[in-house]
């Protein structure tokens, strides 16, 4: 069974600040994917970024990226320029492609709950 | 504006009441999840769907059943509802997961 552990349960940085928020997966599937997403208060989960393990190069959106080392089943997110509102719970999700019939399951790490202090 | 839409913010509902909780969503996608979020342990899979009338069990189905009768919509049952199932339950649908989920708002249940 493929788990994802995410060892920070809160974090805390002033704003502006650089935070980097870690996960760690474990499969011994070659072909997968990963994911990053943002559950801010109103409780609505919205991706972040993703990830594909075949990629060698980091996703990167915005002020979001991503520092994948396949080899160490690692997969941290680093949040640039740190703004208020990225305030949330942040999970780490991983999935392996489901071949004939069924549906591409997530497997969710237990979260880091994400504080941007003014 | 794509939707995944949960019929219920809040819910309070009565030890061994039947509960439906109602998730619909409008992009054709084919595949439906029910998850079940509690602090400290994250988002558990409780069913999912990958087509009209086909469910599979996910995690943790104990306590559960599914529907989906059409499409668009995949209803969550708790045949006697029970204080342990107090929870976020989380909607989610995807065409193909390689591109993550679109979720819905949650519902809070609470079972008295």
């Known amino acids: 069974a493929q788990t994802v552990t995410q060892s920070q349960p809160e974090m805390s940085v002033q704003e502006a600040e650089t935070v980097t928020l870690s996960c760690t997966y474990d499969?011994?599937?070659?072909?997968?994917?990963l994911f990053w997403y943002k559950q801010p208060p109103s409780r609505q989960m919205i991706l972040v970024i993703r990830q594909e393990a075949y990629k060698q190069q980091n996703a990167t959106e915005n002020r979001f990226s991503v520092n994948f080392q396949k080899a160490a089943k690692s997969f941290s997110l680093k949040i640039s320029d740190s703004q208020l509102g990225d305030t949330a719970m942040y999970f780490c999700a991983f999935m392996i492609p489901h071949s004939g019939g069924g549906a591409d399951g997530l497997t969710f790490g237990k979260g880091t709950h994400l504080i941007i202090q003014p | 504006d794509v939707k995944v839409t949960q019929s219920s913010r809040y819910l309070v509902k009565r030890t061994g009441e039947k509960v439906f909780l109602e998730c619909v969503q409008d992009?054709?996608?084919?595949?439906m999840f029910w998850y079940r979020q509690d602090p400290g342990l994250g988002l558990r899979l409780i069913y999912f769907?990958?087509?009209?009338?086909?469910?599979e069990k996910g995690d943790i189905p104990e306590g559960y059943s599914v529907s989906r009768e059409k499409k668009e919509r995949f209803s969550l049952i708790l045949e006697s509802a029970s204080t342990n199932q107090t929870s976020m339950y989380l909607c989610?649908?995807?065409?193909?997961?390689?591109?993550?989920?679109?979720f819905g708002s949650g519902t809070r249940l609470t079972v008295v």
């Open positions: 499969t011994s599937e070659n072909n997968y994917y």
């Open positions: 989610a649908s995807s065409f193909t997961g390689a591109y993550g989920y679109t």
């Open positions: 769907s990958y087509d009209v009338k086909m469910k």
């Open positions: 992009m054709d996608h084919e595949n």
